[in-house]
């Protein structure tokens, strides 16, 4: 990981791994991972004999306060997508280097004949009490 582009300088790279390692460690709460903190970062210190200085505390947390709000922002990226294909598209567009397409023709695309519409959809279309089979 050391001197490609992206990376820490050697320096400082020991600080990613007790991030990762930390990092791996935290708990979680509903759908999100918790903060690590302080005391996460005490015990952590305490049971694995390192000796973090106050500059070294900052950037973990610093570090964690970053990760948390990427979090945050692809699960709204997730969100504002809902589920299935867009979903996913949704959440790989919100990855770094990722450039936002704009649509072509300044629209939705439009359903060509090759596409048949899904029996649920003929459902919803169907009137009331009236019941369509599915094409073969």
């Given at each position: 990981?050391?001197?490609?582009?992206?990376?820490?300088?050697?320096?400082?790279?020991?600080?990613?791994?007790?991030?990762?390692?930390?990092?791996?460690?935290?708990?979680?709460?509903?759908?999100?991972?918790?903060?690590?903190?302080?005391?996460?970062?005490?015990?952590?210190?305490?049971?694995?004999?390192?000796?973090?200085?106050?500059?070294?505390?900052?950037?973990?947390?610093?570090?964690?306060?970053?990760?948390?709000?990427?979090?945050?922002?692809?699960a709204?990226?997730?969100?504002?997508?809902?589920?299935?294909?867009?979903?996913?598209?949704?959440?790989?567009?919100?990855?770094?280097?990722?450039?936002?397409k704009?649509?072509?023709?300044?629209?939705?695309?439009?359903?060509?004949?090759?596409?048949?519409?899904?029996?649920?959809?003929?459902?919803?279309?169907?009137?009331?009490?009236?019941?369509?089979?599915?094409?073969?």
């Amino acid at each position: 990981m050391a001197d490609g582009e992206g990376s820490p300088p050697p320096e400082v790279a020991y600080l990613l791994d007790w991030f990762t390692e930390l990092s791996g460690r935290r708990t979680h709460g509903g759908m999100a991972a918790n903060p690590i903190t302080f005391p996460d970062i005490e015990a952590w210190a305490r049971l694995t004999g390192q000796r973090p200085r106050p500059w070294e505390v900052r950037v973990l947390t610093r570090l964690d306060d970053a990760l948390q709000q990427r979090a945050a922002k692809s699960a709204g990226e997730r969100d504002k997508a809902g589920d299935g294909p867009e979903a996913v598209k949704a959440l790989m567009m919100s990855l770094p280097g990722q450039k936002k397409k704009k649509p072509r023709g300044g629209g939705e695309p439009k359903a060509g004949p090759a596409q048949a519409p899904s029996p649920q959809s003929r459902l919803r279309s169907a009137p009331q009490g009236a019941a369509t089979a599915p094409a073969e």
